[in-house]
């Protein structure tokens, strides 16, 4: 795996920073797969493969200072997670043809404030992201046969909210509260003949909260 990236922050004023930032990565993956029988007597699958998975990432954040304790912010992210091979038993050639890179396209807006001297901030978020060609198990026809694979067979979206409140307001006496909202989203998905769009994505609870409290004697 190697990448080359670099990021900007310009002070456009003393209130107003623009940042920008690039990055290209390549992952060289392979894969070295046998099927045995019992006993090891007859090989039943064997699978050499090895692939390039590259593609670029990047950020773009506009930030300004109202005051020195408040700070709103906007910014646009850009990830991805690398393709590669299922890594699962597979029992037929085309389950393990290489699956591609999931990329993500993040939106975020949000306010950072701090108050009593410092010793207590208050941040508050909203998010949009948007998933397309998602490293998903699907259920697919392949040369006539019915497999699971892992391939990039979906695309979804998921919207949402943060606050926290944390911090020190007063000597010895630690504060933490934060709730945050999540909406997702699956926009397009069908496995083996079935439609599963509309669905909401696994592991995401529509609220989160939390609390910390802590003294120090």
Known sequence: ????????????????????????????????????????QYILLQIQNRKTFSDW??????????????????????????????GGQATEAAQMEPYDNETL??????????????????NLSGFYYDYSN??????????????????????????GGEFELAGNPLEGLTLNLSASYLNTRILDFHSL???????????SPKWTLGAYAAYDL
């Open 134 to 159: 998602q490293q998903v198990y699907s259920l697919e026809v392949r040369n006539g046969i019915s497999m699971q694979v892992l391939t990039n067979a979906a695309s979804s979206r998921a919207y």
């Open 193 to 203: 003949g079935e439609d599963y769009s509309g669905n909401t994505l696994q592991h």
């Open 1 to 40: 795996s190697f990448a080359f990236f670099g990021q900007l922050d310009y002070d456009v004023t003393d209130r107003l920073t623009l940042t920008g930032g690039l990055r290209w990565s390549a992952d060289d993956k392979g894969i070295n797969y046998t099927s045995q029988a019992e006993g090891g």
């Open 105 to 122: 396209n993040a939106y975020e807006a949000g306010l950072k404030t701090q108050f009593l001297d410092g010793h207590m901030r208050a």
């Open 57 to 86: 990432s990047g950020r773009a954040i506009i930030a300004y200072k109202i005051t020195p304790d408040v700070n709103v912010y906007a910014s646009y992210n850009r990830g991805y997670k690398s393709g590669g091979f299922f």
